[in-house]
């Protein structure tokens, strides 16, 4: 069955410190894959996507991901946390309609 | 605006009646989704709009779901007979295009949060 796993529900980071957010898929094939973030109370932002080529992608607010293909893993990075970083991440791929199929998200707190 | 809106922000009824819910995609979007967003089942696709057309229709949880899309612009998903587990956060995306191969990004509501009392 296509899913997406996001082992970590809840992480919690020193400000200043780094960060990595697991994921992990199932699909046929390789996948177009997403990372996406929800503050509360807003909507889902686009972090960054991977399609194909470099297998480490860049993406907005200083994240990064590194596609995998042996381990069916696309995990999110970030070398030094703010505490606006705190939100949900959610790891997403395009399912066969072009929709989105995503993991159960990952809740990221920052102490100060 | 330039993003996807969504109306209403909030929406309470009771259990047996029905809603409906508006989404106003990015100008352009020639594609359109529905997911709802629950704790228990976290975020799930519901369906999707090339134009006006609804390909698909089985992510649709049950026959009291219904969504319809008008002048390839603004989509209604109505919800009949709601009952308690119908309350979620329904959130809609558009995309230039769609399809397992599509680039395009799709850009998210800020979603109706339901609540059936």
């Known amino acids: 069955a296509q899913s997406v796993t996001q082992p970590d529900i809840h992480i919690t980071v020193s400000e200043g410190a780094s960060l990595e957010l697991r994921c992990n898929y199932s699909?046929?094939?390789?996948?177009?894959l997403f990372w996406y973030v929800q503050s509360p109370g807003q909507g889902l932002q686009l972090l960054l996507k991977?399609?194909?080529?470099?297998?480490l992608v860049q993406g907005i607010k200083g994240f990064e991901a590194e596609f995998k293909r042996s381990q069916s893993s696309f995990n999110l990075r970030k070398p030094s946390v703010h505490w606006s970083d705190a939100a949900e991440y959610f790891c997403a791929f395009r399912g066969s309609q072009g929709n989105l199929i995503f993991g159960k998200g990952t809740k990221l707190s920052v102490k100060p | 605006g330039a993003g996807v809106s969504q109306s209403p922000s909030n929406k309470v009824t009771e259990k047996g009646k029905d809603v409906e819910l508006r989404c106003d995609p990015i100008s352009g979007h020639t594609a359109l989704y529905w997911y709802r967003q629950s704790l228990g089942q976290g975020l799930e696709f519901l369906i999707y709009f090339q134009g006006n057309s609804a390909p698909d229709k089985s992510g649709l949880p049950s026959d009291r779901f219904s969504a319809e899309r008008t002048g390839g612009s603004v989509s209604t998903l109505t919800i009949q007979r709601t009952q308690q587990e119908d309350s979620a956060v329904y959130l809609c995306?558009?995309?230039?295009?769609?399809?397992?191969?599509?680039?395009?990004?799709?850009?998210f509501g800020p979603g109706t949060r339901l609540t059936v009392l």
């Open positions: 699909y046929g094939a390789t996948p177009y």
């Open positions: 995306a558009s995309s230039l295009t769609s399809g397992r191969l599509s680039t395009d990004t799709q850009y």
């Open positions: 991977y399609f194909s080529g470099d297998t």
